[in-house]
Protein backbone atom coordinates (compact mmCIF):
# COMPACT_ATOMS: atom_id res chain seq x y z
CA UNK A 1 0.00 0.00 0.00
CA UNK A 2 1.26 3.33 -0.98
CA UNK A 3 1.63 5.59 1.84
CA UNK A 4 0.25 9.27 0.77
CA UNK A 5 2.51 12.11 0.69
CA UNK A 6 3.26 14.65 3.57
CA UNK A 7 2.39 18.48 3.07
CA UNK A 8 6.08 18.76 2.96
CA UNK A 9 7.13 16.54 -0.05
CA UNK A 10 4.17 18.09 -1.87
CA UNK A 11 4.81 21.62 -0.75
CA UNK A 12 8.64 21.09 -2.52
CA UNK A 13 7.16 19.24 -5.42
CA UNK A 14 5.80 22.67 -6.41
CA UNK A 15 8.78 24.59 -5.17
CA UNK A 16 10.84 22.45 -7.56
CA UNK A 17 8.69 23.13 -11.12
CA UNK A 18 8.69 26.72 -9.81
CA UNK A 19 12.64 26.81 -9.93
CA UNK A 20 13.14 24.88 -12.95
CA UNK A 21 14.47 27.51 -15.61
CA UNK A 22 11.46 26.09 -18.29
CA UNK A 23 8.82 26.88 -16.06
CA UNK A 24 7.11 28.47 -18.42
CA UNK A 25 7.19 32.83 -18.14
CA UNK A 26 3.98 32.47 -17.26
CA UNK A 27 2.53 30.32 -14.91
CA UNK A 28 -0.57 29.09 -12.57
CA UNK A 29 -0.69 27.17 -9.60
CA UNK A 30 -3.80 25.32 -8.19
CA UNK A 31 -4.22 24.78 -4.50
CA UNK A 32 -6.97 24.47 -2.22
CA UNK A 33 -7.02 26.56 1.01
CA UNK A 34 -5.66 25.21 3.51
CA UNK A 35 -2.91 23.30 1.73
CA UNK A 36 -0.37 25.75 2.87
CA UNK A 37 0.93 26.83 -0.57
CA UNK A 38 1.70 30.61 -0.03
CA UNK A 39 4.65 29.20 2.29
CA UNK A 40 5.96 27.70 -0.64
CA UNK A 41 5.81 30.72 -2.70
CA UNK A 42 7.08 33.18 0.63
CA UNK A 43 10.35 30.63 -0.34
CA UNK A 44 10.26 31.65 -3.66
CA UNK A 45 9.60 35.55 -3.50
CA UNK A 46 12.81 35.38 -1.09
CA UNK A 47 14.82 34.07 -2.82
CA UNK A 48 14.22 36.48 -5.91
CA UNK A 49 14.07 39.27 -3.73
CA UNK A 50 18.14 38.56 -2.78
CA UNK A 51 18.71 40.35 -5.81
CA UNK A 52 15.44 41.30 -7.99
CA UNK A 53 12.30 43.39 -7.12
CA UNK A 54 9.18 41.27 -6.57
CA UNK A 55 5.52 42.41 -6.55
CA UNK A 56 2.74 40.68 -4.79
CA UNK A 57 -0.65 41.44 -6.29
CA UNK A 58 -4.19 40.89 -4.06
CA UNK A 59 -7.38 41.80 -4.26
CA UNK A 60 -7.89 42.99 -0.86
CA UNK A 61 -6.30 45.22 1.33
CA UNK A 62 -6.40 42.68 4.43
CA UNK A 63 -4.77 40.43 2.12
CA UNK A 64 -2.06 42.85 1.09
CA UNK A 65 -1.54 43.15 5.21
CA UNK A 66 -1.31 39.44 5.53
CA UNK A 67 1.49 38.74 2.70
CA UNK A 68 3.39 41.81 4.29
CA UNK A 69 3.45 40.18 8.01
CA UNK A 70 3.97 36.74 6.69
CA UNK A 71 7.03 38.02 4.69
CA UNK A 72 8.30 40.37 8.01
CA UNK A 73 7.83 37.66 10.45
CA UNK A 74 11.36 36.47 11.29
CA UNK A 75 12.75 38.11 8.58
CA UNK A 76 14.68 40.85 9.00
CA UNK A 77 16.51 41.04 5.09
CA UNK A 78 13.42 41.10 3.12
CA UNK A 79 11.78 44.61 2.85
CA UNK A 80 8.14 44.62 2.50
CA UNK A 81 6.29 47.89 1.18
CA UNK A 82 2.39 48.05 0.80
CA UNK A 83 1.72 50.86 -1.71
CA UNK A 84 -1.42 51.54 0.48
CA UNK A 85 -1.12 55.74 0.72
CA UNK A 86 -0.08 58.04 -2.35
CA UNK A 87 2.92 58.84 0.67
CA UNK A 88 3.99 55.31 -0.07
CA UNK A 89 4.00 55.72 -4.02
CA UNK A 90 6.29 58.79 -4.44
CA UNK A 91 8.38 57.05 -1.65
CA UNK A 92 8.74 54.47 -4.14
CA UNK A 93 9.78 56.32 -7.14
CA UNK A 94 12.22 58.51 -5.39
CA UNK A 95 13.76 55.12 -4.07
CA UNK A 96 16.53 53.55 -5.93
CA UNK A 97 16.66 50.68 -4.05
CA UNK A 98 13.62 49.98 -6.11
CA UNK A 99 14.98 49.62 -9.40
CA UNK A 100 17.38 47.34 -8.19
CA UNK A 101 15.70 45.12 -6.14
CA UNK A 102 18.32 43.82 -3.40
CA UNK A 103 15.99 42.36 -1.06
CA UNK A 104 12.94 44.64 -1.84
CA UNK A 105 9.07 43.19 -2.04
CA UNK A 106 6.13 45.77 -2.83
CA UNK A 107 2.78 44.53 -2.24
CA UNK A 108 -0.43 46.41 -3.79
CA UNK A 109 -4.07 45.54 -4.72
CA UNK A 110 -4.96 45.13 -7.65
CA UNK A 111 -7.25 48.20 -7.96
CA UNK A 112 -4.41 50.32 -6.99
CA UNK A 113 -1.81 48.63 -9.43
CA UNK A 114 -4.01 49.04 -12.04
CA UNK A 115 -4.54 53.15 -12.31
CA UNK A 116 -3.59 56.35 -11.08
CA UNK A 117 -0.57 56.95 -9.44
CA UNK A 118 0.48 53.35 -8.11
CA UNK A 119 -0.30 52.23 -11.83
CA UNK A 120 2.28 54.71 -13.15
CA UNK A 121 4.83 53.76 -10.78
CA UNK A 122 4.59 49.97 -11.10
CA UNK A 123 4.72 50.37 -14.69
CA UNK A 124 8.10 51.74 -15.15
CA UNK A 125 9.48 49.18 -12.70
CA UNK A 126 11.21 46.14 -13.48
CA UNK A 127 10.55 43.22 -11.69
CA UNK A 128 12.26 39.40 -11.35
CA UNK A 129 8.76 37.99 -9.83
CA UNK A 130 4.84 38.62 -10.12
CA UNK A 131 2.29 36.65 -7.72
CA UNK A 132 -1.15 37.33 -8.23
CA UNK A 133 -2.82 36.09 -5.12
CA UNK A 134 -5.29 34.90 -6.50
CA UNK A 135 -5.73 34.35 -10.28
CA UNK A 136 -8.59 36.81 -11.96
CA UNK A 137 -9.22 37.87 -15.64
CA UNK A 138 -8.22 41.25 -14.37
CA UNK A 139 -5.04 41.05 -12.34
CA UNK A 140 -3.85 38.57 -14.76
CA UNK A 141 -3.71 41.33 -17.76
CA UNK A 142 -2.01 43.72 -15.45
CA UNK A 143 0.68 41.40 -15.14
CA UNK A 144 1.10 40.80 -18.96
CA UNK A 145 1.68 44.21 -19.00
CA UNK A 146 4.72 44.84 -16.25
CA UNK A 147 7.89 44.17 -17.45
CA UNK A 148 8.51 41.19 -15.35
CA UNK A 149 10.63 38.12 -15.49
CA UNK A 150 8.16 35.44 -13.90
CA UNK A 151 4.23 35.46 -13.21
CA UNK A 152 2.91 33.52 -11.38
CA UNK A 153 -1.04 33.17 -10.64
CA UNK A 154 -2.38 31.46 -7.46
CA UNK A 155 -5.94 29.88 -7.60
CA UNK A 156 -8.20 27.56 -5.98
CA UNK A 157 -10.96 27.39 -8.58
CA UNK A 158 -11.07 24.20 -10.01
CA UNK A 159 -11.40 25.94 -13.83
CA UNK A 160 -9.24 28.10 -15.14
CA UNK A 161 -10.69 31.44 -16.63
CA UNK A 162 -10.14 32.90 -19.73
CA UNK A 163 -6.27 33.56 -19.85
CA UNK A 164 -5.08 30.36 -21.00
CA UNK A 165 -1.90 30.09 -19.11
CA UNK A 166 -0.90 26.80 -18.28
CA UNK A 167 -1.14 25.06 -14.70
CA UNK A 168 2.54 24.14 -14.19
CA UNK A 169 1.40 22.79 -10.52
CA UNK A 170 -1.98 21.54 -8.73
CA UNK A 171 -2.22 19.91 -5.36
CA UNK A 172 -5.87 18.44 -4.22
CA UNK A 173 -8.09 19.04 -1.78
CA UNK A 174 -7.81 14.99 -0.95
CA UNK A 175 -3.75 15.19 -1.33
CA UNK A 176 -3.92 17.84 1.68
CA UNK A 177 -6.75 15.59 3.75
CA UNK A 178 -4.79 12.58 3.14
CA UNK A 179 -1.53 14.30 3.80
CA UNK A 180 -2.44 15.80 7.27
CA UNK A 181 -4.66 12.97 8.15
CA UNK A 182 -7.80 14.70 9.33
CA UNK A 183 -10.48 17.33 8.15
CA UNK A 184 -9.08 20.96 8.03
CA UNK A 185 -11.83 22.20 10.11
CA UNK A 186 -14.70 20.82 12.29
CA UNK A 187 -18.25 22.20 12.61
CA UNK A 188 -19.38 23.21 16.02
CA UNK A 189 -23.43 23.64 15.35
CA UNK A 190 -25.82 25.82 17.45
CA UNK A 191 -29.32 26.77 16.98
CA UNK A 192 -30.52 30.65 17.35
CA UNK A 193 -33.10 30.85 20.28
CA UNK A 194 -36.75 31.83 19.10
CA UNK A 195 -36.09 35.59 20.27
CA UNK A 196 -32.87 35.96 18.92
CA UNK A 197 -34.62 34.71 15.55
CA UNK A 198 -37.22 37.23 15.72
CA UNK A 199 -34.44 39.64 16.53
CA UNK A 200 -32.82 39.22 13.18
CA UNK A 201 -35.98 39.03 11.26
CA UNK A 202 -36.62 42.29 12.34
CA UNK A 203 -33.48 43.90 12.03
CA UNK A 204 -33.55 42.38 8.26
CA UNK A 205 -36.77 44.07 7.47
CA UNK A 206 -35.89 47.16 8.89
CA UNK A 207 -32.10 46.80 7.05
CA UNK A 208 -34.52 46.05 3.74
CA UNK A 209 -36.70 49.19 4.30
CA UNK A 210 -33.69 51.43 4.97
CA UNK A 211 -31.95 50.11 1.81
CA UNK A 212 -34.37 51.61 -0.44
CA UNK A 213 -34.02 54.81 0.74
CA UNK A 214 -30.05 55.18 1.03
CA UNK A 215 -28.16 53.17 -1.25
CA UNK A 216 -25.28 53.83 0.83
CA UNK A 217 -26.14 51.23 3.19
CA UNK A 218 -25.21 47.37 2.83
CA UNK A 219 -27.31 44.59 4.68
CA UNK A 220 -23.38 42.53 5.01
CA UNK A 221 -22.44 45.03 8.06
CA UNK A 222 -24.61 43.10 10.32
CA UNK A 223 -22.82 39.98 11.24
CA UNK A 224 -24.50 37.03 13.17
CA UNK A 225 -23.94 38.22 16.54
CA UNK A 226 -26.69 40.01 18.94
CA UNK A 227 -23.40 42.53 19.31
CA UNK A 228 -22.75 43.02 15.56
CA UNK A 229 -26.60 43.19 15.30
CA UNK A 230 -26.22 46.31 17.70
CA UNK A 231 -23.83 47.91 16.36
CA UNK A 232 -25.27 47.64 12.96
CA UNK A 233 -28.58 49.12 14.36
CA UNK A 234 -26.28 52.24 15.77
CA UNK A 235 -24.62 52.93 12.46
CA UNK A 236 -28.39 52.63 11.12
CA UNK A 237 -29.38 54.73 14.14
CA UNK A 238 -26.58 57.49 13.62
CA UNK A 239 -27.02 57.69 9.67
CA UNK A 240 -30.91 58.33 9.80
CA UNK A 241 -30.85 61.00 12.57
CA UNK A 242 -28.38 62.77 9.91
CA UNK A 243 -30.71 61.91 6.78
CA UNK A 244 -33.77 63.10 8.56
CA UNK A 245 -31.94 66.94 8.96
CA UNK A 246 -31.28 67.24 5.48
CA UNK A 247 -34.30 65.08 3.44
CA UNK A 248 -37.02 67.04 2.21
CA UNK A 249 -40.36 67.08 4.22
CA UNK A 250 -41.96 64.25 1.84
CA UNK A 251 -38.94 61.90 2.92
CA UNK A 252 -38.75 62.51 6.05
CA UNK A 253 -41.69 61.10 7.66
CA UNK A 254 -40.10 57.65 6.37
CA UNK A 255 -37.16 57.91 7.95
CA UNK A 256 -38.57 58.95 11.11
CA UNK A 257 -40.53 56.42 11.60
CA UNK A 258 -37.69 53.93 10.42
CA UNK A 259 -35.53 55.76 12.76
CA UNK A 260 -38.25 54.80 15.64
CA UNK A 261 -38.25 51.61 14.85
CA UNK A 262 -34.71 51.40 15.14
CA UNK A 263 -34.87 52.67 18.52
CA UNK A 264 -37.09 50.18 19.93
CA UNK A 265 -35.21 47.21 18.17
CA UNK A 266 -32.21 48.05 19.74
CA UNK A 267 -33.83 48.64 23.35
CA UNK A 268 -35.07 44.60 22.72
CA UNK A 269 -31.45 43.52 21.44
CA UNK A 270 -29.60 45.06 24.43
CA UNK A 271 -32.43 43.50 26.54
CA UNK A 272 -31.83 40.09 25.25
CA UNK A 273 -28.05 39.94 26.52
CA UNK A 274 -28.74 36.43 27.68
CA UNK A 275 -30.02 34.94 24.82
CA UNK A 276 -26.68 34.80 22.58
CA UNK A 277 -26.59 30.95 21.45
CA UNK A 278 -23.62 31.35 19.86
CA UNK A 279 -21.73 32.83 23.30
CA UNK A 280 -23.33 29.66 24.70
CA UNK A 281 -21.70 27.27 22.02
CA UNK A 282 -18.54 29.45 22.42
CA UNK A 283 -18.63 28.71 25.93
CA UNK A 284 -19.70 24.81 25.29
CA UNK A 285 -16.42 24.25 23.44
CA UNK A 286 -14.23 26.44 25.38
CA UNK A 287 -14.97 24.19 28.48
CA UNK A 288 -14.15 20.87 26.13
CA UNK A 289 -11.12 22.37 25.44
CA UNK A 290 -9.87 23.73 28.31
CA UNK A 291 -10.01 20.33 30.49
CA UNK A 292 -6.83 19.41 28.96
CA UNK A 293 -5.49 22.85 29.40
CA UNK A 294 -5.02 23.84 25.63
CA UNK A 295 -4.30 26.89 24.39
CA UNK A 296 -7.19 29.07 22.61
CA UNK A 297 -7.62 31.61 20.23
CA UNK A 298 -11.23 32.80 19.44
CA UNK A 299 -11.13 34.86 16.13
CA UNK A 300 -13.84 37.33 14.71
CA UNK A 301 -14.19 39.47 11.85
CA UNK A 302 -16.01 42.56 13.68
CA UNK A 303 -14.15 44.66 16.39
CA UNK A 304 -17.58 44.98 18.01
CA UNK A 305 -16.98 41.23 18.25
CA UNK A 306 -13.88 40.72 19.47
CA UNK A 307 -14.86 43.20 22.10
CA UNK A 308 -18.41 41.41 22.84
CA UNK A 309 -16.30 38.31 23.20
CA UNK A 310 -13.87 39.21 25.40
CA UNK A 311 -15.99 41.20 27.86
CA UNK A 312 -18.63 37.90 28.19
CA UNK A 313 -15.42 35.31 28.62
CA UNK A 314 -14.07 37.63 31.56
CA UNK A 315 -17.13 37.89 32.89
CA UNK A 316 -17.91 34.00 33.21
CA UNK A 317 -14.44 33.63 34.63
CA UNK A 318 -12.23 32.28 31.76
CA UNK A 319 -8.45 33.36 31.65
CA UNK A 320 -8.38 36.20 28.84
CA UNK A 321 -4.92 37.29 28.25
CA UNK A 322 -6.25 40.29 26.07
CA UNK A 323 -8.21 41.02 23.16
CA UNK A 324 -6.37 43.04 19.92
CA UNK A 325 -7.28 43.82 16.14
CA UNK A 326 -5.28 45.23 13.63
CA UNK A 327 -5.70 48.75 15.44
CA UNK A 328 -3.01 47.08 18.40
CA UNK A 329 0.32 48.13 18.43
CA UNK A 330 2.22 45.34 16.74
CA UNK A 331 4.50 44.29 19.87
CA UNK A 332 1.22 44.30 22.10
CA UNK A 333 -0.13 42.17 19.43
CA UNK A 334 2.91 39.91 18.56
CA UNK A 335 3.38 39.31 22.51
CA UNK A 336 -0.18 38.61 23.04
CA UNK A 337 0.36 35.88 20.64
CA UNK A 338 3.72 34.50 21.65
CA UNK A 339 3.11 34.26 25.43
CA UNK A 340 -0.42 32.66 25.44
CA UNK A 341 0.28 29.75 28.08
CA UNK A 342 -1.73 26.52 28.48
CA UNK A 343 -5.44 27.05 29.58
CA UNK A 344 -5.54 30.76 28.55
CA UNK A 345 -7.77 32.29 25.91
CA UNK A 346 -6.60 35.23 23.22
CA UNK A 347 -9.63 36.89 21.19
CA UNK A 348 -8.43 38.71 18.26
CA UNK A 349 -9.25 39.82 15.19
CA UNK A 350 -9.42 37.54 11.89
CA UNK A 351 -7.08 40.25 10.14
CA UNK A 352 -4.18 38.86 12.56
CA UNK A 353 -4.04 35.54 11.17
CA UNK A 354 -0.48 35.22 10.74
CA UNK A 355 0.61 36.02 13.99
CA UNK A 356 -1.03 32.49 14.89
CA UNK A 357 1.81 31.13 13.69
CA UNK A 358 3.87 32.60 16.92
CA UNK A 359 1.53 30.69 19.10
CA UNK A 360 3.13 27.57 20.49
CA UNK A 361 1.68 24.59 19.56
CA UNK A 362 -1.01 22.45 20.50
CA UNK A 363 -3.16 25.18 20.58
CA UNK A 364 -7.06 25.48 18.95
CA UNK A 365 -8.36 28.23 17.34
CA UNK A 366 -12.31 28.89 17.60
CA UNK A 367 -14.28 31.39 14.54
CA UNK A 368 -16.99 32.93 15.38
CA UNK A 369 -18.41 32.18 12.30
CA UNK A 370 -17.69 30.61 8.86
CA UNK A 371 -16.30 34.56 8.20
CA UNK A 372 -12.64 34.53 7.77
CA UNK A 373 -12.19 30.78 7.67
CA UNK A 374 -10.73 31.00 4.46
CA UNK A 375 -7.68 33.69 6.32
CA UNK A 376 -7.48 31.38 9.03
CA UNK A 377 -7.06 27.82 7.34
CA UNK A 378 -5.01 28.74 4.67
CA UNK A 379 -2.48 30.14 7.63
CA UNK A 380 -2.68 26.48 9.80
CA UNK A 381 -5.09 24.43 8.27
CA UNK A 382 -2.12 21.88 7.72
CA UNK A 383 -0.35 22.94 10.74
CA UNK A 384 0.51 19.66 13.37
CA UNK A 385 -1.19 20.46 16.91
CA UNK A 386 -3.54 22.96 15.19
CA UNK A 387 -7.35 22.35 15.59
CA UNK A 388 -10.05 25.01 14.07
CA UNK A 389 -13.57 24.88 15.26
CA UNK A 390 -16.03 27.22 13.59
CA UNK A 391 -19.14 28.21 15.26
CA UNK A 392 -21.96 28.08 12.95
CA UNK A 393 -25.58 28.51 13.41
CA UNK A 394 -27.84 25.59 11.58
CA UNK A 395 -30.65 27.26 9.24
CA UNK A 396 -33.70 26.38 8.23
CA UNK A 397 -32.13 22.93 6.71
CA UNK A 398 -29.61 22.67 8.80
CA UNK A 399 -27.17 24.55 6.91
CA UNK A 400 -24.24 26.73 8.06
CA UNK A 401 -24.82 30.47 8.71
CA UNK A 402 -23.51 32.36 5.67
CA UNK A 403 -22.06 35.80 6.87
CA UNK A 404 -19.67 36.75 4.60
CA UNK A 405 -15.87 37.74 4.57
CA UNK A 406 -15.76 41.29 4.67
CA UNK A 407 -12.40 41.56 6.32
CA UNK A 408 -11.78 43.07 9.67
CA UNK A 409 -14.00 45.84 9.80
CA UNK A 410 -11.55 48.36 12.25
Known sequence: MTMPASLA?????????????????????RSPTGSGIRRVLEILIRDVAASQLVLVLTTRSVVAEQWRD????????????????????????????????????????????????????????????????????????????LRADRCIALTSSPDQLAREWPIVAVISLPDVVAAIGRPLFDTVWHAPSEIESLLQQDADQIFRDYAEVSAAWDARRAGKSLAS????????????????????AQTRPVLELILRRVWNLLDRVEDA???????????????????????????????????YIAAHLANVGRQVVGAVTSSTERLERETAFRSLN????????????????????????????SAGLTQVIDRVGATDGVRIRVLAEEGPQGGADSEPDLGEAD
Open 70 to 145: RLTDDDNETRVTVLETSEAVLGLLDDPVAESGGGRVLVATTGKAISGLSGRALSELDYGLVILDEEHTRGMALMER
Open 342 to 369: PGQVLVAGVGLAAHLANVPVPYTVILWS
Open 229 to 248: LHTALLDVAAALEHDAELRG
Open 273 to 307: SDEDSRLRSLDDVLAAEQVDGNRCVVMAVKVADVS
Open 9 to 29: DLHNAVLQKLRDPDCPRYAVV
